[in-house]
């Protein structure tokens, strides 16, 4: 099984090096489906409900703007910020879900995240379809106290 941790990071790399196409399309295909079944309780198949994988996935899904376009990036992204709007502790997030204590790393994680995709929203307009909108709404909603 692939690593979204590592496909975002591989991302993130091929982004620097100027690099796009078939390699990028790949990877973002893999995380739009791998990142909810990631998030699933080990019991249920998954890896179980750790912030970082969404965090993670969410930093994949970004790093390149413009395949913002391709079939489920949109979709992915929503999921990801539903989940941070629904699995908020206190004023950030656990490191695995259950927890009381907000971890730190994972709240500064998924706080980037969330800024970066209000940036690329702001960039794109308000011309995009429902789930970027939505998107939109619940980016506010996860990261307001």
Same mark, same amino acid.
Do not use: Y
């Given at each position: 099984?692939? #690593?979204i941790?590592?496909t @975002?990071e591989?991302? @993130?790399?091929l982004?620097?090096? =100027?690099?796009a =196409?078939?390699?990028?399309?790949?990877a973002l295909g893999f995380?739009t489906?791998a990142i909810p079944?990631h998030?699933?309780p080990?019991h249920?198949?998954?890896?179980?409900?750790h912030t970082?994988?969404v965090?993670?996935g969410l930093?994949?899904?970004?790093?390149?703007p413009?395949?913002f376009?391709?079939?489920?990036v949109?979709?992915a992204v929503?999921?990801?910020?539903?989940?941070?709007a *629904?699995?908020?502790? *206190?004023?950030g997030?656990?490191e695995?879900? =259950?927890? *009381?204590?907000?971890s730190l790393?994972?709240t500064? #994680?998924?706080?980037? =995240?969330?800024?970066q995709?209000?940036?690329?929203?702001?960039?794109?307009?308000p011309?995009?379809p429902s789930?970027?909108? @939505?998107?939109?709404?619940a980016c506010?909603?996860?990261s @307001?106290p």
């Amino acid at each position: 099984m692939s #690593s979204i941790v590592n496909t @975002s990071e591989v991302l @993130s790399v091929l982004r620097v090096a =100027g690099i796009a =196409g078939q390699p990028v399309r790949r990877a973002l295909g893999f995380l739009t489906g791998a990142i909810p079944q990631h998030c699933r309780p080990r019991h249920k198949g998954g890896r179980g409900e750790h912030t970082r994988f969404v965090a993670f996935g969410l930093a994949g899904l970004l790093s390149h703007p413009r395949f913002f376009h391709q079939e489920g990036v949109a979709e992915a992204v929503a999921w990801c910020v539903g989940w941070f709007a *629904d699995h908020r502790v *206190d004023h950030g997030w656990p490191e695995v879900l =259950g927890l *009381d204590d907000t971890s730190l790393h994972q709240t500064a #994680s998924t706080v980037r =995240g969330l800024a970066q995709l209000r940036d690329i929203l702001h960039e794109l307009g308000p011309g995009w379809p429902s789930p970027v909108r @939505s998107t939109r709404r619940a980016c506010w909603r996860a990261s @307001s106290p």
